[in-house]
């Protein structure tokens, strides 16, 4: 079985600070990985996948499968960037089907 | 392009009645998932559709039914309602991509 741990609930940063929001997975096989937003009276949508290796909004997320991590990162934090991220798992290469989630972590970014 | 719409947006429902959440997509996405999101449990999965005529348990499955008559359509069906499902209800679409396009979330109170 696969799992997605998000240790912070909650990360309060300052505008221009850097961002790191942690992500842990388990899993046997070889995952895919993923980073989910969900902004205020907004669906939730992609931010980001592993294997595309973009950098979105500032945002980049590099697939450590030593560690078995995938953190989300930006060097300055904006107030946009508010919100609610998951980080997201999958067993198959193109993602879909039984997508795991984590708990999510809520960023606040303050002024 | 509408995407993914869920109906009703909110609900209330005494314990013991039935209910039907509904979802239709408008992407001709083969896959289609059903996620409740509680807070400090992030995102988890009801069921899931690989494709018309199928369906699937995801990882918190009872008490919830559903059924993939066609592509566009995925209905979450809760036959009687206990407080605990209390919660928000996301609809989901994937195409090949991956990509999972959530819908605005159905608010549902169990009283």
């Known amino acids: 079985a696969q799992r997605v741990t998000q240790p912070e609930k909650l990360l309060s940063v300052f505008k221009g600070a850097p961002v790191e929001l942690k992500c842990n997975y388990s899993?046997?096989?070889?995952?895919?990985l993923f980073w989910y937003v969900q902004y205020s009276r907004q669906r939730l949508q992609l931010l980001l996948r592993?294997?595309s290796r973009e950098s979105i909004k500032g945002f980049t997320a590099d697939l450590n499968k030593g560690e078995t991590s995938f953190h989300l990162k930006k060097p300055f934090a904006q107030e946009e960037d508010s919100a609610m991220y998951y980080c997201?798992?999958?067993?198959?290469?193109?993602?879909?089907?039984?997508?795991?989630f984590g708990t999510g972590t809520q960023l606040k970014v303050e002024l | 392009t509408a995407g993914i719409t869920q109906a009703p947006t909110s609900q209330i429902l005494a314990a013991g009645r039935s209910m039907t959440l509904r979802c239709t997509q408008d992407?001709?996405?083969?896959?289609m998932y059903w996620y409740r999101q509680d807070l400090g449990l992030g995102l988890r999965l009801i069921h899931y559709?690989?494709?018309?005529?199928?369906?699937g348990k995801g990882e918190v499955p009872d008490g919830y039914s559903v059924s993939r008559a066609n592509t566009d359509d995925f209905p979450l069906t809760l036959a009687s309602a206990v407080p605990s499902q209390t919660s928000v209800y996301f609809c989901?679409?994937?195409?090949?991509?991956?990509?999972?396009?959530f819908g605005e979330g159905s608010r549902l109170t169990v009283l």
């Open positions: 989901a679409s994937s195409g090949y991509t991956g990509e999972l396009f």
């Open positions: 899993y046997s096989g070889s995952p895919e």
């Open positions: 592993h294997i």
């Open positions: 997201a798992l999958s067993p198959l290469t193109g993602g879909g089907n039984k997508l795991t």
């Open positions: 992407m001709r996405h083969n896959a």
């Open positions: 559709s690989n494709t018309a005529g199928t369906t």
